[in-house]
């Protein structure tokens, strides 16, 4: 089997809809036909939560951590990986909050992790990694592993601002690494329809964006119902109109890197 597609869900911003994002496309794309690997990187854990897995986000060690920082246990990542109804994925940790200056003192600080998934991901057609609210280790350990990014942000003004730190960050990590990070997809969430400033800011979005394919997800209280019962939406509810939401995004992707629909 070739290479997985791998790509991380980022934006410094907290709250606009990276974990959100990151399940849902996962069950979009496993819906798809696709065996999905979730890495949660966020010592948060909100995804690790919302995935029913709360259990492994206070195990002992060793956990992700461990697999991240020290080379001599990577292998010891094939016994973290936990099975979800529609995805494997790999669990964050409350020892997860010490990883970001951890990190900094190795060698190879950005690299750990796309060195870590080189031991997994054969098993895999997609790798999908959901980020912390920051521009630190974490993040680059995620951008250098994937060379991909979906950017989630929410349509307020507020968001032109994330847009341009996260470009610029992204930029100077191309040239520090001499590496090519591909944007995927901006993920418009929370919309509101009713709202004018949304609406006016899914223009502005898909005007500044001409060469990066754009998504609109709405509010739904379903989105969020979803993620407190362990699953996407697409198994939580298949009637939500957001389905074909996500699953579009799903098609994006998969006409992105190449891949035909497995089995729907
Ligand atoms: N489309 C949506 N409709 C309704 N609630 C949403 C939607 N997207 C996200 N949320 C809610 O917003 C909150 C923040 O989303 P989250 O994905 O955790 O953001 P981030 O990972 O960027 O911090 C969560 O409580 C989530 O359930
Ligand atoms: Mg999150």
């Not at 920051?134 to 994937?146: E, P, Q, R, V, W």
């Not at 993620?227 to 998969?254: I, K």
Request: with cysteine; hydrophobic share 40%.
């Amino acid at each position: 089997m070739s290479d997985p597609a791998k790509l991380c869900v980022s934006n410094q911003k907290g709250g606009v809809g990276k974990t959100t994002v990151a399940i849902n496309v996962a069950g979009a794309l496993n819906h798809r036909g696709h065996d999905v690997l979730f890495v949660d990187l966020d010592p948060q854990g909100n995804a690790t939560e919302n995935l029913g897995l709360m259990e492994a986000y206070e195990d002992e060690p060793p956990t992700l951590f461990d697999c991240l920082t020290n080379p001599e246990q990577r292998e010891v990542i094939n016994d973290i990986i936990r099975e979800h109804p529609e995805m494997d994925v790999i669990p964050s940790n409350i020892d997860m909050t010490a990883a970001e200056p951890e990190l900094t003192l190795s060698r190879r600080s950005g690299e750990q992790l796309d060195l870590l998934l080189k031991t997994v991901e054969k098993d895999y057609d997609y790798i999908i990694v959901d980020c912390p609210p920051n521009l630190g280790n974490l993040m680059d350990n995620a951008l250098y592993a994937t060379q991909n990014v979906l950017i989630p942000a929410l349509a307020e003004s507020t968001s032109k601002r994330a847009f341009e730190l996260l470009f610029d960050h992204v930029e100077a990590l191309e040239l520090d690494y001499e590496i090519d990070i591909k944007e995927r997809g901006v993920i418009i969430n929370r919309i509101d329809v009713r709202k004018n400033q949304a609406n006016e800011m899914v223009e502005w979005i898909n005007a500044a964006f001409p060469d990066i394919p754009v998504y609109e997800i709405r509010e739904r209280a379903d989105v969020q119902k979803a993620l407190e019962a362990g699953v996407s939406l697409l198994e939580y509810n298949p009637e939500s109109d957001m389905f074909d939401a996500f699953l579009a995004v799903a098609e994006g992707l998969d006409a992105e890197f190449g891949f035909a629909e497995v089995n729907a």
